[in-house]
């Protein structure tokens, strides 16, 4: 029996569910052996009674009869007593649920507290858990008043115990896992669902909680030497938010991890990704262009010759424009399992965009054998270079079916795509995905992303020119940027524009990040979403830069959510950065 060789269980449910948990342990003859029960129907409220296991059906709210059920079964409160709720407070009225904790407090003078529920209702992905809940009417009722961690602490040491520490699920995994349990859970099976593993993980706490114990009860201490989480994101000003007009309601935009691209001034080209087709939710096979006439954006589904009906099922690759009527996608997966989607020419015709839609041209792309390394990848960034007055493409990083992440690059010659060799030197960086690349000066800035560690990073790399070959150059930032992935980037007159994404700051979420790459200052601004009526989720998204506006147009975003469901955004978004590139 080892450490529980003299602990007694008491699980406290409401009657009904404690009768109907009963039934199925006395159904089954390995259940009811394994329990211990004593037979018979129960007596009241207690519905099994074994020698440490009591099942108790009581509602928790009603304290006077939940300590005579306790009395009745046996419990000794003189003894080191620990309460376990999981997910059980949040659903009660949050006057009988305080008093719940402070009545544990008072009556076991040696006790511990574990809890585990929901926290941060405000931000985007908040409202879409409390919205699922709300669906399943299971309202969560402490959120209200205990939002955050710090005040789930602040609870507890309010009713009278006397040690607490609390943490959020990204933290406890990153600081209380052991380094190969960790391991072992990211290779338990294929796996490519980062940014809702991360953004669920922000929304779910673990608090431990303690009085009278010796030595102090303290379970949440970190493992090795893992930092805690740093304090909160300085905020600079905000970004407003508004609704594209012209594209509102407009079909097939409703997607995440797809990518566009502008392949003319007033003609923006999105493919691929996971969203809305045909009523139902699948791996979206349509182009969709957007075109802009005086000023107004409109948005049609384009006509494809393609060569497979199933080219356009894939996510997370890259579209890179190579001129008016010609773009490359590169890599891309279908599922974490099926990467091997290679590399498709785009072709527009001359007029697209001007007299209509037109058709777009699907061509499988003829790779040479040295380029073939290249597109069996997604989650990575394909940028626009130039060496020696020649243009390639610069494949870096992301991951495939065999390597959660890589690290290497490539240089893309096009049109014969092939690969070659240019010298580079300097401090590599650190193996990443979904990270971001812009093309500056000749070379490529990249920026965050996911490491091996499954970890945000807040490195920003510049790949500059040289005369005999390339050169990575570590760009430091003041403060330091705050490590993300999953976001979007641009560049525009010597700012580095970060757009969204995923970071492990539960107190707020990504808005738009400004770096002056000449002096590293870095500024953070939040996006101002009162004039939106749904939360806007800024991962798995894309955007698109348009300098003459001095806006960025935001197209889909989302993901899936394996608790919570698909959840999109449901229209483009402008947001408005004139106020703050003016600013700078």
């Known amino acids: 029996m080892g450490l529980l060789q003299h602990t007694v269980v008491y699980e406290v449910d409401f009657p009904d569910v404690a009768c109907q948990k009963a039934a199925l342990i006395k159904g089954v003859k ?84 574990l809890l585990y529920e929901q926290v941060q209702p405000q931000d985007p992905f908040g409202h879409i858990m409390q919205q699922h809940f709300r669906q399943l009417s299971t309202a969560l009722r402490s959120l209200e008043l205990y939002p955050d961690c710090p005040a789930q602490h602040g609870r507890f040491l309010a009713q009278g115990w006397t040690e607490c520490s609390v943490m959020d699920m990204n933290e406890f995994f990153t600081c209380c896992v052991p380094e190969d349990e960790q391991q072992r859970v990211q290779t338990l099976e294929p796996f490519d669902e980062y940014e809702e593993w991360h953004l669920k993980c922000s929304h779910y706490f673990v608090l431990a909680a303690s009085k009278g114990m010796e030595p102090s009860w303290t379970p949440l201490s970190p493992s090795g030497t893992v930092p805690r989480r740093a304090g909160p994101v300085g905020v600079a000003g905000s970004v407003p938010a508004a609704v594209c007009a012209g594209l509102s309601g407009a079909p097939g935009l409703r997607r995440y991890g797809h990518r566009s691209v502008l392949v003319k001034p007033n003609v923006i080209v999105t493919t691929g990704g996971f969203g809305e087709e045909r009523g139902q939710h699948c791996r979206v096979r349509n182009v969709h262009l957007l075109s802009r006439h005086a000023g107004h ?56 965009g001007a ?98 560690a499954e970890q945000p990073l807040g490195s920003v790399f510049l790949l500059r020119e040289l005369e005999h070959g390339f050169q990575w150059h570590t760009i430091e930032t003041h403060p330091p940027l705050v490590p993300r992935y999953s976001h979007t980037a641009h ?36 996006i101002n979403v009162e004039h939106l009526e749904w939360p806007l989720m800024l991962h798995n998204h894309s955007s698109v830069f348009l300098p003459d506006e001095k806006e960025l147009l935001v197209i889909g975003g989302g993901g899936n959510c394996f608790s919570f469901g698909t959840h999109l955004n449901p229209e483009p978004v402008l947001l408005s950065l004139s106020s703050i590139l003016a600013s700078h």
Not at 73 to 93: C, D, K, Q, R, S
Not at 309 to 321: K, M
Not at 405 to 431: K, N, Q, R, Y
Request: aromatic fraction near 8%.
């Open 297 to 352: 954006w409109e948005a049609v589904c384009v006509t494809q010759n393609a060569p497979d009906q199933r080219w356009g099922e894939r996510l997370y690759h890259t579209v890179s424009r190579l001129s008016d009527t010609l773009a490359l996608v590169v890599g891309g997966r279908t599922s974490p399992s099926s990467a091997g989607l290679g590399m498709l020419w785009l072709k527009f015709p001359k007029t697209c």
């Open 30 to 113: 390995e259940l009811s052996a394994l329990v211990g029960d004593a037979g018979g129907e129960g007596l009241g409220a207690i519905t099994i009674s074994g020698d440490d296991y009591k099942l108790l059906g009581v509602d928790l709210s009603e304290l006077p009869e939940l300590e005579r059920t306790l009395e009745e079964a046996g419990l000794n409160n003189e003894i080191p007593t620990l309460f376990i709720a999981e997910v059980v407070l949040t659903y009660m009225e949050t006057a009988r649920s305080d008093a719940l904790i402070q009545w544990a407090a008072e009556r076991f003078p040696r006790a511990c507290f």
């Open 491 to 526: 560049v525009h007159e010597g700012k580095l524009l970060l757009v969204g994404g995923v970071w492990f700051h539960a107190s707020s979420v990504p808005g738009v990040t400004v770096i002056d790459l000449m002096t590293g200052l870095c500024f953070n601004y939040v």
């Open 355 to 452: 007299s209509g839609p037109g058709d777009v041209a699907v061509e499988l792309a003829s790779l040479q054998p040295d380029a073939e390394a290249a597109a069996w990848r997604w989650r990575h960034s394909t940028t626009e270079i130039t060496f020696k007055g020649e243009q390639y493409l610069f494949v870096y990083g992301g991951r495939s079916a065999l390597q959660p992440v890589l690290g290497d690059w490539h240089f893309l010659h096009a049109p014969e795509l092939s690969c070659t060799a240019i010298p580079v030197d300097g401090p590599v960086p650190e193996s990443r995905h979904s990270h971001s690349a812009c093309s500056w000066e000749g070379g490529v800035l990249i920026a965050g992303g996911l490491g091996a």
